[in-house]
Protein backbone atom coordinates (compact mmCIF):
# COMPACT_ATOMS: atom_id res chain seq x y z
CA UNK A 1 0.00 0.00 0.00
CA UNK A 2 1.49 3.33 -0.97
CA UNK A 3 0.34 6.77 1.26
CA UNK A 4 0.96 9.81 -2.00
CA UNK A 5 -0.59 13.28 -2.07
CA UNK A 6 -3.41 13.18 -4.12
CA UNK A 7 -3.69 14.49 -8.10
CA UNK A 8 -5.92 15.53 -10.63
CA UNK A 9 -6.28 11.83 -11.67
CA UNK A 10 -7.79 10.66 -8.45
CA UNK A 11 -10.63 13.39 -8.01
CA UNK A 12 -13.06 10.77 -9.84
CA UNK A 13 -12.94 8.49 -6.93
CA UNK A 14 -12.77 11.74 -4.44
CA UNK A 15 -16.24 12.38 -6.15
CA UNK A 16 -17.68 8.78 -5.41
CA UNK A 17 -16.25 8.93 -1.67
CA UNK A 18 -17.77 12.08 -1.24
CA UNK A 19 -20.83 10.78 -2.40
CA UNK A 20 -21.22 7.86 -0.44
CA UNK A 21 -20.23 9.51 2.91
CA UNK A 22 -23.49 12.21 2.17
CA UNK A 23 -25.81 9.14 0.93
CA UNK A 24 -26.25 10.00 -2.27
CA UNK A 25 -24.11 7.70 -4.23
CA UNK A 26 -27.16 6.87 -7.09
CA UNK A 27 -27.34 11.42 -7.35
CA UNK A 28 -25.73 12.54 -9.74
CA UNK A 29 -26.76 16.74 -9.33
CA UNK A 30 -23.21 17.78 -7.43
CA UNK A 31 -20.82 15.90 -9.66
CA UNK A 32 -19.97 19.18 -11.05
CA UNK A 33 -19.78 21.24 -7.90
CA UNK A 34 -17.47 18.45 -6.15
CA UNK A 35 -15.25 18.14 -9.31
CA UNK A 36 -14.63 21.73 -9.61
CA UNK A 37 -14.65 22.37 -6.20
CA UNK A 38 -11.09 19.30 -5.80
CA UNK A 39 -9.67 20.49 -9.27
CA UNK A 40 -9.55 24.40 -8.20
CA UNK A 41 -8.66 23.14 -4.61
CA UNK A 42 -5.81 21.18 -5.83
CA UNK A 43 -4.52 23.62 -8.26
CA UNK A 44 -4.51 26.68 -5.87
CA UNK A 45 -3.50 24.93 -3.02
CA UNK A 46 -6.42 25.81 -0.62
CA UNK A 47 -7.34 21.82 -0.68
CA UNK A 48 -4.54 19.51 0.35
CA UNK A 49 -5.52 15.94 -0.25
CA UNK A 50 -3.59 12.37 0.43
CA UNK A 51 -5.09 8.53 -0.97
CA UNK A 52 -4.12 5.13 0.44
CA UNK A 53 -3.06 3.52 -3.30
CA UNK A 54 -3.52 -0.47 -3.25
CA UNK A 55 -2.19 -1.29 -6.46
CA UNK A 56 -3.43 1.67 -8.23
CA UNK A 57 -7.12 1.37 -6.55
CA UNK A 58 -7.38 3.89 -4.22
CA UNK A 59 -8.99 2.57 -1.17
CA UNK A 60 -8.97 5.58 1.52
CA UNK A 61 -9.01 9.54 1.50
CA UNK A 62 -8.46 12.30 3.50
CA UNK A 63 -8.58 16.04 2.60
CA UNK A 64 -7.95 19.31 4.24
CA UNK A 65 -9.27 22.82 3.30
CA UNK A 66 -6.80 25.55 4.09
CA UNK A 67 -8.27 28.51 6.09
CA UNK A 68 -5.96 31.69 7.03
CA UNK A 69 -7.38 33.39 9.93
CA UNK A 70 -6.28 35.35 12.53
CA UNK A 71 -3.01 34.62 14.03
CA UNK A 72 -3.15 33.12 17.85
CA UNK A 73 0.03 32.69 20.15
CA UNK A 74 -1.27 28.86 20.00
CA UNK A 75 -1.30 29.02 15.80
CA UNK A 76 1.54 31.72 14.73
CA UNK A 77 0.36 31.06 11.33
CA UNK A 78 -2.89 31.21 11.72
CA UNK A 79 -3.57 28.43 8.76
CA UNK A 80 -6.23 26.38 9.93
CA UNK A 81 -6.87 22.79 7.77
CA UNK A 82 -10.30 21.63 8.06
CA UNK A 83 -10.35 17.72 8.00
CA UNK A 84 -13.27 16.21 5.51
CA UNK A 85 -13.88 13.40 3.20
CA UNK A 86 -12.36 10.91 5.32
CA UNK A 87 -13.39 7.51 3.68
CA UNK A 88 -12.13 3.93 3.45
CA UNK A 89 -13.41 1.34 1.27
CA UNK A 90 -15.43 -1.12 3.42
CA UNK A 91 -12.98 -3.96 2.36
CA UNK A 92 -10.04 -2.34 3.77
CA UNK A 93 -11.91 -1.19 6.79
CA UNK A 94 -10.37 -1.88 10.84
CA UNK A 95 -6.95 -2.39 9.50
CA UNK A 96 -5.56 0.76 10.38
CA UNK A 97 -5.38 2.40 6.75
CA UNK A 98 -7.40 5.59 7.65
CA UNK A 99 -5.20 5.89 11.01
CA UNK A 100 -1.78 5.66 8.94
CA UNK A 101 -3.52 7.84 6.21
CA UNK A 102 -4.29 10.62 8.58
CA UNK A 103 -0.99 9.92 10.87
CA UNK A 104 1.47 10.88 7.13
CA UNK A 105 -0.84 13.78 6.02
CA UNK A 106 -0.74 15.67 9.82
CA UNK A 107 3.43 15.25 9.54
CA UNK A 108 3.20 16.73 6.11
CA UNK A 109 1.09 19.87 7.80
CA UNK A 110 3.00 20.20 10.44
CA UNK A 111 6.16 20.08 8.17
CA UNK A 112 4.37 23.13 6.48
CA UNK A 113 3.96 25.08 9.80
CA UNK A 114 0.06 24.41 10.24
CA UNK A 115 -0.56 23.71 14.01
CA UNK A 116 -4.47 23.65 13.85
CA UNK A 117 -6.91 21.05 12.54
CA UNK A 118 -10.74 20.89 13.09
CA UNK A 119 -13.34 18.53 11.72
CA UNK A 120 -16.54 17.35 12.61
CA UNK A 121 -17.17 13.56 13.36
CA UNK A 122 -19.72 10.60 12.96
CA UNK A 123 -20.03 8.51 16.40
CA UNK A 124 -18.71 5.78 14.48
CA UNK A 125 -15.12 7.44 13.78
CA UNK A 126 -14.83 9.19 16.81
CA UNK A 127 -12.48 6.73 18.41
CA UNK A 128 -10.00 6.78 15.19
CA UNK A 129 -9.95 10.48 16.04
CA UNK A 130 -9.21 10.15 19.65
CA UNK A 131 -6.21 7.39 19.21
CA UNK A 132 -4.39 9.91 17.20
CA UNK A 133 -5.13 12.48 19.75
CA UNK A 134 -7.81 14.82 18.22
CA UNK A 135 -9.82 15.94 21.37
CA UNK A 136 -13.46 17.21 21.38
CA UNK A 137 -14.05 20.83 21.99
CA UNK A 138 -17.26 22.60 23.08
CA UNK A 139 -16.77 26.08 22.03
CA UNK A 140 -18.33 25.47 18.52
CA UNK A 141 -21.31 28.03 17.26
CA UNK A 142 -22.35 28.15 13.80
CA UNK A 143 -25.30 29.54 11.77
CA UNK A 144 -27.37 28.86 8.19
CA UNK A 145 -27.74 31.26 6.18
Known sequence: ????QAV?????????FRKLLLGGED????????RSHFQSGLSDGSLVAWVADDKGVVIS???F?????????????GIVAYMSNVYTLPDFRRQGIASKLI???IGDLKMQ????ILLHSSDMAKPVYEGLGFIEGKN???INI
Not at 28 to 34: I, K, P, R, V
Not at 65 to 77: E, I, Q, T, V
Open 8 to 16: TNDITQFIY
Open 140 to 142: YMS
Open 61 to 63: TVC
Open 65 to 77: SLCRLMPRFDNPS
Open 27 to 34: NNGMDEAF
Open 103 to 105: SEA
Open 113 to 116: GIRK
Open 1 to 4: MLIR
